[in-house]
Nanobody
């Protein structure tokens, strides 16, 4: 089993920055594809940023140029640097992992393991 634990969520004003972290533990696959997703109550979960096992990233159009995904394979940790935050970025942010290391996909259905999430709130 794989455990994913997110941290770094907070309440910030528009224009501010946050850095989310996701620590993977347990029977983690070797260099899995990993991603950040977000969800608002009553809406479908959406992909924000993903990075595959060899470091190729993918971003949702709404966050391109503002968010940066990265990973530290030695620490089994995924990061999301979020800059120029907007109220529309307010959501629960969830980390996900998928053993198919080559995958660069923003589709939630493509990911097997999920964390519980960390809340990001951006006020205007």
């Amino acid at each position: 089993q794989v455990q994913l634990l997110e941290s770094g969520g907070d309440s910030v004003q528009a224009g501010g920055s946050l850095r989310l972290s996701c620590a993977a533990s347990g029977n983690t696959p070797s260099r899995p594809s990993m991603g950040w997703f977000r969800q608002i109550p009553g809406k479908e979960r959406e992909g924000v940023a993903v990075i595959n096992g060899v470091g190729s990233p993918g971003y949702a159009e709404s966050v391109k140029g503002r968010f940066t995904i990265s990973r530290d394979n030695r620490k089994n940790t995924l990061y999301l640097q979020m800059d120029s935050l907007e109220p529309a970025d307010t959501a629960m942010y969830l980390c996900a992992a998928e053993p198919r290391w080559w995958l660069v996909s923003l589709a939630p259905a493509d990911f097997h393991y999920w964390g519980q999430g960390t809340q990001v709130t951006v006020s205007s």
